[in-house]
């Protein structure tokens, strides 16, 4: 009987435990898309590459072609280019999150918002794919991937 206990009680806590972490780690990804967010409609390129993992192979790719860019300075030299002409922000009506130990990744569905410097908005649907790395215990961005959905109206 206490064996049958025991083994119940610490199931119980493992379960617990297990649910705890998912959700703490779902909370600390939606923050980091949030700040991702808040980055873009601020253009805040340094607040974006301080968002990325410090590692060479980081990777930003848009939704328009050629739009490909690998490593700390050609993203940053991307991102400067993007806010220097615009702010974005996005609408996430769908967000799934999923993560393995020290990796996690997101989907988002939703709207982008493109304001251009002369207030000009324009407002498409946008989903977009990132993977993040944990790092002394924060979450960091390895791969941003946008796509415009094809045939989708507004």
Same mark, same amino acid.
């Given at each position: 009987? &206490?064996?049958?206990?025991?083994?119940?009680?610490?199931?119980?806590? @493992?379960?617990? $435990?297990?649910?705890?972490?998912?959700?703490?780690?779902?909370?600390?990804? &939606?923050?980091? @898309?949030? @700040?991702?967010?808040?980055?873009?409609?601020?253009?805040?390129?340094?607040?974006?590459? $301080?968002?990325?993992?410090?590692?060479?192979?980081?990777? =930003? =790719?848009?939704?328009?072609?050629?739009?490909?860019?690998?490593?700390?300075?050609?993203?940053?030299?991307?991102?400067?280019? @993007?806010?220097?002409?615009?702010?974005?922000?996005?609408?996430?009506?769908?967000?799934?999150?999923?993560?393995?130990? !020290?990796?996690?990744?997101?989907?988002?569905?939703?709207?982008?918002? =493109?304001?251009? !410097?002369?207030?000009?908005?324009?407002?498409?649907?946008?989903?977009?794919?990132?993977?993040?790395?944990?790092? !002394?215990?924060?979450?960091?961005? &390895?791969?941003? $991937?946008?796509?415009?959905?094809?045939?989708?109206?507004?």
């Amino acid at each position: 009987m &206490r064996k049958a206990f025991l083994l119940t009680t610490v199931t119980i806590i @493992l379960c617990t $435990n297990s649910y705890a972490q998912k959700a703490g780690t779902e909370k600390e990804i &939606r923050t980091s @898309l949030q @700040l991702w967010n808040n980055a873009a409609k601020r253009r805040d390129t340094i607040a974006i590459m $301080n968002m990325f993992d410090k590692a060479e192979d980081i990777m =930003v =790719v848009g939704s328009d072609s050629g739009e490909i860019f690998k490593g700390p300075a050609s993203v940053k030299e991307f991102m400067s280019f @993007l806010f220097a002409q615009y702010s974005f922000s996005w609408d996430m009506k769908r967000i799934d999150i999923s993560y393995n130990e !020290n990796t996690a990744w997101a989907f988002t569905d939703g709207n982008m918002t =493109v304001t251009d !410097n002369n207030g000009g908005i324009i407002v498409t649907p946008y989903r977009f794919t990132a993977i993040f790395v944990k790092r !002394n215990d924060e979450w960091k961005w &390895r791969l941003y $991937n946008g796509s415009i959905p094809k045939g989708e109206e507004q």
